[in-house]
């Protein structure tokens, strides 16, 4: 296996990214591309984004700046999305594919490795999947963890330390702000007082997402009364949410005082 080094070929003022989005559900990988997007600064970075439909999250894409193509990805991928791929590649100038998901990881190991582009793949669960390993050992794709248990799986399965690095998940604490009092409609719908905690567990109902250690909190006698609930958007379970209450996930930051 060799790594190609992760430089601009084109050596333009502006690095050219193509994001490679494996998914279009409301998630936290998408919740993580969109802000990802929205953040860069224009003058360093053009970014073109492939999604496998078009969905709210490709809408979200557009809206932060990014020139938005469909490309399907399904987990063996397809000859035309590698060729469709390899033009957007060329003909666009981009210089660096990002990839999100195995399914577009191994379609960018393969447009990459025929572009001659290097691909990094940022790994969002807690483990490496085989499929990841193989793109990685196959491609000389490199790989970015959000979290050390990733770091240390993906050092123990026999990725290239050189090939590896970690960037933690963070927290915007301009949007993540509880407050002491939080009226709305929630609380008009579930009869609770404006100064009553609200604390909430935001996810699908997954092992990965540990819904059990919000189950095992919420049977801990509190010092004063609390309401749990457990809310969702789109696939997502909705348990503890009125019928009727249209839900969306940035509610969540503004209504509940506390969420895991």
């Keep these: 296996m060799s790594t190609p080094e992760l430089v601009s070929p084109s050596g333009a003022a502006r690095l050219h990214v193509l994001e490679l989005v494996g998914n279009g559900i409301v998630g936290g990988m998408e919740s993580y ?3 990802l997007v929205a953040r860069l600064p224009r003058e360093r970075f053009v970014v073109t984004a492939a999604c496998p439909y078009e969905c709210g999250v490709s809408e979200q894409l557009r809206e932060a700046g990014a020139d938005v193509q469909v490309l399907p ?12 791929g390899c033009a957007l590649v060329r003909a666009s100038g981009v210089d660096v594919l990002h990839a999100h998901l195995p399914n577009a990881h191994l379609l960018a190991a393969l447009i990459g490795r025929l572009s001659g582009r290097p691909v990094l793949a940022t790994i969002h669960g807690r483990q490496l999947q085989t499929s ?11 790989l970015s963890t959000v979290c050390r248990h990733s770091y240390y799986h993906a050092l123990g399965v026999g990725v290239d ?16 702000q ?3 009092s939080r009226p709305g409609a ?3 719908r579930l009869r609770l007082s404006d100064d009553t905690p ?10 990965e997402k ?3 250690v919000f189950v095992r909190a919420a049977q801990v006698p509190p010092d004063r009364a609390r309401r749990w609930i457990v809310v969702r958007s789109m696939s997502y379970l909705l348990w503890g949410i009125p019928r009727g209450l249209t839900w969306d996930p940035p509610k969540c930051r503004r209504l509940l005082n506390l969420f895991s």
Excluded: K, Y
């Excluded at 990805?73 to 469709?84: F, K």
């Excluded at 990841?132 to 490199?142: I, K, N, P, V, Y």
């Excluded at 609200?198 to 092992?207: I, N, Q």
């Design 132 to 142: 990841d390993l193989e793109a990685h050992r196959a491609a000389g794709t490199f």
């Design 186 to 188: 929630l609380r008009a």
């Design 33 to 35: 591309v969109a802000s």
């Design 178 to 180: 509880p407050a002491a």
């Design 210 to 212: 540990g819904p059990e």
């Design 73 to 84: 990805m399904p987990e063996d991928p397809l000859w035309s999305s590698i060729q469709a």
């Design 161 to 176: 330390p050189r090939a590896l690095s970690c960037i933690p998940n963070g927290v915007d604490t301009q949007r993540f």
């Design 198 to 207: 609200l604390v909430g567990f935001v996810g699908r109902l997954s092992p």
